[in-house]
């Protein structure tokens, strides 16, 4: 008896120190966020709240302020606040959850736009680029309800702290992992075109600083994460699954 007891107080310990350290994570993308939105809100202002209203600038405004509320309110608040019930902490964990998994694929959205954009709207991508989101982003959204149903809690009334989960949501960056992967080519393949085309053209800076680079650096991040999913403690699983790059990334090519 004393002996389980000590293994669940070493259990409950080791959860709450991979909390703080996740915590501490979710405070750094908290300031990035901030810090961005700073430095960009006058262009916001200027070039999206005072253009005329369409759909990509709805998805614009949503996933720009998602986070304000999932990792600056919403995460921030069920990782620090102590004595929170059990049915608290299961509602935060899935909305931060389900806001999460909303949030980077209305960001996948705006950056799938540009590549359609580059290719000058091209029919046959008119037709595939959504098909292929489907089939990336349908398993994600199911995929992260068998990992919300998993996440269990010790004593919740400790704090929101999770000890044991499904390690299935490396299944959703690698979903993540694949799409990126195909818009990271079709981005390469119409550099390559403009390149051979116009030299050093405006078209070319355009593609490798808004597509190339910052599909390269979710498909990094999208490996960094499947790898660690399947390394660390399932407790740890989220370290670096905050969407607020992704935000800021599609923020910058809207």
Known sequence: MMGSSVVSLE??????????????????????LLYDYALTL????????RA?????????????????????????????????????????HSMSGWMFI???????????????????RNKKLTVGLPIFFLLCWAPNFAMMGVFLQSMKSPLPSLG???????????????????YDAGMLLLMLIA?????????????????????????????????????MILSLPSDMVHLLSSYVMSSVHAENVF
């Open 191 to 227: 550099g390559v075109r403009a390149y051979k085309t116009g030299g050093d053209s405006a078209l070319f800076n355009v593609v490798f600083r808004d597509g190339v680079m910052y599909y390269a650096y979710l498909f990094v991040i999208s490996v960094i994460n499947v790898a």
């Open 102 to 120: 909303t949030g980077i694929a209305i960001s996948e959205v705006i950056l799938t736009a540009r590549v359609w954009a580059v290719w000058e």
């Open 42 to 49: 006058s262009l916001e202002v200027d070039l999206v709240w």
């Open 160 to 178: 929101c702290f999770v000890t044991r989960s499904d390690n299935v949501l490396f299944l959703c960056w690698t979903f993540l992992m694949i």
């Open 52 to 92: 005329p209203w369409n759909l990509l600038k709805l998805f614009y405004i949503v996933q720009r302020y998602l986070p304000f509320f999932d990792t600056a309110f919403l995460v921030l608040h069920h990782q620090f606040t102590p004595e929170l019930s059990i049915r608290y902490c299961q509602i935060s």
């Open 11 to 32: 259990s409950m310990e080791t959860a709450v120190q991979h909390m703080r350290l996740v915590g501490y994570m979710d405070v750094s993308s908290v300031a990035l």
